[in-house]
């Protein structure tokens, strides 16, 4: 027996404990006891003062630029940007200049000219970088040593106000998103486009109707004095959030002025250069306004695998939401994890939301249906909730009626175990998600960004404790008000039109007042 486990066995204490007794002792010894030699053993300390997770310090300089620094156990940290900027800014520039930028970040610069170079270095100290844009807020951050944090906050600081956006490059990320465009046609599940069409057939070709993505009909528009022309009118200090977790907040701050404050952005230090036509700032607000877009396509043979793949049609049906400002945005979160949802397979334990009702109501009687899925999208003026439903072509009917059902459902009484089931998975997805330090970087930076004050999650699990199925009745009553958004994606023989969802929604609305 000792030969069998002795090869695995730490060699601390294989060279503390003889073998049998170490086999012995590492058997039967409770967790909650030392093992025999270890008594006084102390473990090694990340700090030697107390850390109060979530307690966040907030700096702001005479430019506009905020700081928020939080501290967290660990030699790592998380620190970088986030920028109030985003696809939904793009009025007046062409469609996909933010999806283009997003490929150049960490290019050529002015202090960091060679991309190889600073690459290596990024890799030699153990960092990662990386940048995320939404339609309304661009990240810019890094995982690192400590001792990392000057060069990365000045790597950073390059990106965003020192860029050189050389020809050959804005060339290579045009390839790259058309490359990722595609991609996004031939994956079987084309979640992330018939989102983009959703937001579009919900607001317009403005604000958040404004694609994420590059089009190939528009993509040879985009020149670099697009490029920096938009980042000198949207990543200005006044629009930015630097943040860091597990970090000192006045050393911090003391970098990022070195970094972002008194070094000027390349279109301030080098004006002669910049001479570029600056068109008008989009401050619009989102107007809501429903709507549909059908798009006729082949999907069959899409697996990518030899296993044949199921043809499916894509259903989206959509209603206005709330921003994340909004009294009642935290109703809806708890909203969608009632209605939650996923895919036909679901590999995983417990706490994963199957018994939530797309999966218990819809999934488990269909056996044709991929997925069906609740979405809340919530923005800063406004927001838009959503059933995406993929099912095979000749059962578009039934899906429909799958989904409007489940909306109309949301507006009677729901029962105290499930509710209190869907604020249990919603507060567990909450804390579980802030154990990660980049998670929790993002949720401050965007935090002091969308509200000007970091909430802590403690006040989130209060306010989901207080949700009652009285409000979530009035906020799905006011949604259902709302004029429906459809997309859908695919063979749409069997699709029912527009108007004959609209007619099926009130014709629900009626039959659920009589079953009250």
């Given amino acids: 027996m000792s030969r069998i486990f002795s090869p695995r066995l730490p060699l601390y204490l294989a060279k503390r404990l003889k073998v049998n007794t170490a086999l012995n002792e590492a058997l039967t010894t409770p967790l909650s006891k030392p093992l025999s030699g270890f008594e006084n053993y102390k473990h090694q300390k990340t700090s030697s003062e107390d850390i109060q997770l979530f307690n966040s310090k907030i700096t702001k300089f005479s430019n506009g630029l905020t700081v928020a620094t939080e501290k967290a156990y660990g030699t790592f940290c998380t620190i970088g940007v986030a920028v109030n900027s985003g696809s939904r800014f793009e009025t007046y520039y062409p469609g996909g200049t933010t999806h283009i930028l997003q490929k150049l970040a960490f290019a050529s610069s002015e202090n960091y000219p060679n991309p190889m170079e600073t690459q290596s270095f990024i890799s030699k100290s153990g960092a990662l970088l990386d940048c995320q844009s939404t339609r309304d807020c661009f990240l810019y951050a890094s995982s690192c040593f400590h001792s990392s944090q000057d060069d990365v906050l000045s790597i950073i600081s390059d990106t965003l106000h020192r860029p050189y956006i050389m020809d050959e490059e804005v060339e290579g990320a045009k390839e790259v998103c058309l490359m990722e465009l595609q991609q996004m046609y031939r994956n079987p599940d084309p979640e992330p486009l018939v989102m983009d069409w959703l937001h579009r057939a919900a607001y317009g070709n403005n604000t958040l109707g404004l694609g994420k993505f590059v089009e190939e009909n528009t993509i040879d528009k985009i020149k670099r004095e697009h490029l920096l022309t938009y ?176 909306f109309l459902k949301l507006t009677i009484p729901i029962p105290d175990d499930e509710l209190n089931r869907a604020k249990q998975l919603l507060k567990s997805q909450l804390l579980m998600n802030l154990e990660q330090k980049p998670v929790m970087f993002e949720d401050l930076a965007r935090q002091i960004l969308g509200h000007g004050e970091r909430k802590c999650p403690m006040n989130y699990i209060k306010e989901i404790e207080a949700v009652t199925s009285e409000d979530i009745m009035n906020v799905a009553r006011k949604m259902l008000s709302s004029i429906p958004t459809v997309v859908a994606y695919g063979n749409l023989k069997s699709m029912p039109s527009y108007d004959d969802i609209c007619e099926r929604i009130e014709r629900g609305k009626r039959e659920i007042i009589k079953f009250k």
């Fill in 231 to 406: 980042m000198s009118q949207y990543h200005s200090p006044s629009n930015m959030v630097v943040a860091g977790v597990g970090v000192d907040h006045d050393h911090f701050v003391e970098m990022v002025q070195r970094h972002f404050v008194d070094k000027k952005p390349i279109w301030e230090s080098n004006k002669e250069s910049f001479s570029f036509k600056l068109p008008k700032f989009d401050d619009s607000h989102s107007q809501y306004t429903g709507g549909k877009i059908y798009k006729e396509a082949d999907l069959s043979n899409k697996g990518l695998s030899i296993v044949e793949f199921p043809e499916l049609t894509h259903f989206v049906l959509g209603f206005e939401g709330v921003s994340f400002k909004d009294k009642d945005f935290v109703t809806c979160c708890v909203m969608q994890y009632i209605l939650g949802g996923g895919k036909s397979f679901s590999a995983g334990g417990p706490g994963k939301g199957m018994y939530t009702r797309l999966y218990m109501d819809v999934l488990r009687y269909n056996g044709s249906m991929y997925n069906a899925q609740a979405f809340n999208h919530s923005y800063s003026d406004s927001g838009v909730f959503c059933i995406h439903i993929g099912d095979d072509p000749k059962n578009m009917s039934t899906a429909v009626d799958y989904a409007v059902f489940e």
